[in-house]
């Protein structure tokens, strides 16, 4: 029961931006988004989350429309470490009660030299 | 950061016997952990909520029969498969919830079952 919308796989540049796009359309007012990221037989691994402010990490940054409907997620100099599939999560249910990470198809980034 | 333990990290077993699988948190207490399932090519598949001290709450589908989960104390959860056959064979992540909110995953195990 993903709530969310990826595309399933993009390209990028080795040293450029990559921007991956996500709609949740359906998203309600207090439910959070994440991105986790997958490198291949590994355990995926934490990026960033939000609510409806942009937020910026050392990995990455976040990008929440007004209307909290879509977010991108920037990686402002990819490197071919990079290469993974990127998963953007609307957590179901508050973090104080047990929040569940339902994930959806994902989008797999592929960083080319 | 939080840090999440799982062991062992790849098992092969026979037909019909039971594999457990452990999932630590390291340096904080974990009061939630949860328990996926991927098979090849695919997304992960939560397949339950692991409470310290109550029952696992199980996703549609998943046969709780099968999928033994306890979770004893606030650092340790534990999922057996019992009665492996091979379509039970998948790569099993395991995930705890900090005090903060944050969500750590293992790095999982992958089971074998000949």
């Known amino acids: 029961d993903a709530k969310t919308t990826q595309p399933t796989s993009m390209d990028c540049a080795e040293g450029r931006a990559a921007n991956l796009p996500c709609n949740h359309s359906?998203?309600?007012?207090?439910?959070?988004v994440y991105w986790y990221r997958q490198i291949h037989s590994q355990g995926p691994q934490y990026i960033i989350h939000?609510?409806?402010n942009n937020e910026t990490n050392e990995m990455a940054s976040l990008i929440i429309t007004e209307d909290r409907k879509s977010s991108t997620l920037i990686l402002p100099h990819a490197t071919l470490r990079d290469t993974a599939v990127y998963y953007c999560?609307?957590?179901?249910?508050?973090?104080?009660?047990?929040?569940?990470?339902?994930f959806g198809q994902g989008t797999e980034l592929s960083v080319k030299p | 950061g939080a840090v999440v333990s799982q062991h062992p990290s790849w098992v092969i077993c026979k037909s019909g016997t039971s594999v457990k699988i452990e999932c630590r948190s390291l340096?904080?207490?974990?009061?939630?952990m949860f328990w996926y399932r991927q098979f090849p090519k695919q997304s992960l598949m939560l397949m339950a909520t692991?409470?310290?001290?109550?029952?696992?709450?199980?996703e549609q589908g998943v046969e709780k029969d099968k999928f033994l989960i306890n979770h004893a104390s606030l650092t340790l959860s534990t999922l057996t498969v019992t009665s492996a056959h091979p379509e039970d064979s998948s790569f099993y992540i395991c995930?705890?919830?900090?005090?903060?909110?944050?969500?750590?995953f293992g790095s999982g195990t992958r089971l074998t079952v000949v």
């Open positions: 995930s705890a919830m900090d005090r903060l909110g944050g969500y750590t």
């Open positions: 359906t998203i309600s007012g207090n439910e959070y």
């Open positions: 939000g609510l409806k």
């Open positions: 999560i609307v957590r179901v249910g508050p973090g104080n009660q047990g929040g569940k990470l339902i």
């Open positions: 340096d904080f207490q974990a009061t939630t």
């Open positions: 692991s409470n310290e001290g109550s029952k696992a709450t199980y």
